[in-house]
């Protein structure tokens, strides 16, 4: 069987096709199957996403009916990183909160649950997990001993609100009336860590003390 070859005006233009090939292929205009043969996807509005995938083929703004937005080449991402679709979303700037504790679960502690309850030092913080209650540098959620500025290291007498409780187990260790931020009283001197109504959580740190 005799050979043919393509004419050379052909063969000149060979190595441009193949790169411009292997470009459309990268930018997923072009699918290549096993057999090496190039099959187009069509893209109706041009706007870089094949119609199979595009939500609004015929949209290049890919405008949302469900958020009123325009995505245009975003229109497959997420935004506020809940999970769902930008095109999907009824909130796109909303970022998910699952335990409905107004912290998004992204920086969230405990996103699934809202007393946000600490594995370190196993107290319910709820919306005070992110506060640092003994001063020391260290958020509530993260510290072993929340209610200890020297992290249970107690130096011998020192108080410096003169209120009889020493720095290391005084919640307020620069106010001697001790307002709690928990229930909104007072609570000077030992007060603070009685516990009025016996259910082990001393005065100081309990919502309903009494």
Known sequence: MKKTSLPMELMARLPMFLSRLKTMALTGVVTMSLSGTAFAELDSDEDGIPDDYDPAPNDFTN????NGISWYGDVLGD???DGILNWQDNEPY???DYDADGFPDISDPAPYDSTNLSSVNYVAWYDLWDDD???????????AYPYSYYNGLSPSGFDRDSDGLFDDVDPVILDSQNPSPFNGLDWPGYRALEDDDSDTVVNFYDYSPA
């Open 79 to 81: 935004v506020d990183g």
């Open 94 to 96: 909303v970022p998910f």
């Open 63 to 66: 405008y949302s009916a469900i």
């Open 133 to 143: 209650t003994d001063g020391d540098g260290i958020i509530n959620f993260d510290d």
